[in-house]
């Protein structure tokens, strides 16, 4: 948190989070680059120097703060499984959750994947941000293997998170929710097989 944060009114808090929601919104149907600060201030009704009382580092902060907001709403939708996965039960209502969540959305896709390619080619520190969050929600399924008696927790997890955003690719591809379904029932089965094994 830097310090300007810290120093925040609860208004303006509120203000600043608004901000970030309606930009995290438009970046999912635009993307980075089709997200302009007029944009943002046309879908928040704020002025030029509003925008950057709170984004002094201007669009580049923003869409940091935007990457950090969407990958800690993704992971706040897959609690508490996430952090139970400790039986096959757990991991589909873990399954179950995580359907919830995108069918939920106004867009389907992972906020997070989506964000992955365009950082990638931007901003380092951006990518950096992307894949810290990728790297962790990773290796929280890999400990959810692990805990379960996985063979090969690490090999499994990794192809269980590439499942996973195969999956949730398509269903932004076709803008249907079947994909990710076929995908979690993949998943599914790539655990109980482990296990089984």
């Known amino acids: 948190m830097t310090t300007q944060q810290q120093q925040l009114t609860a208004k303006g808090e509120a203000t600043r989070a608004r901000i970030v929601e309606a930009t995290a919104d438009h970046i999912l149907a635009a993307g ?48 508490p499984a996430l952090a139970a996965l400790d039986t096959i039960a757990s991991w589909e209502q873990w399954a179950a959750a995580i359907l919830a969540h995108y ?27 992307v894949e810290a969050y990728m790297r962790d929600w990773r290796l929280q ?25 195969g999956g949730l690719l398509l269903t932004r591809t076709e803008q249907a929710i079947w994909p990710l379904e076929a995908a979690l029932d993949g998943i599914l089965t790539q655990v109980r097989a482990a296990v089984a094994s």
């Open 32 to 79: 980075i680059g089709g997200t302009s600060l007029d944009d943002v201030r046309a879908a928040t009704t704020t002025s030029k120097s509003q925008l950057f009382h709170y984004f002094p580092g201007g669009k580049a902060e923003l869409v940091r703060a935007v990457v950090a907001f969407q990958a800690q709403r993704v992971h706040d939708a897959q609690q």
């Open 103 to 129: 069918r939920a959305q106004p867009r389907f896709g992972c906020p997070i994947g989506s964000l992955s390619a365009e950082a990638a080619a931007t901003d380092a520190e951006l990518a950096h941000d």
């Open 141 to 165: 399924l890999q400990a959810g293997l692990e805990r379960i008696g996985a063979r090969d927790p690490e090999r499994v997890g990794a192809a269980i998170f590439a499942t996973l955003q």
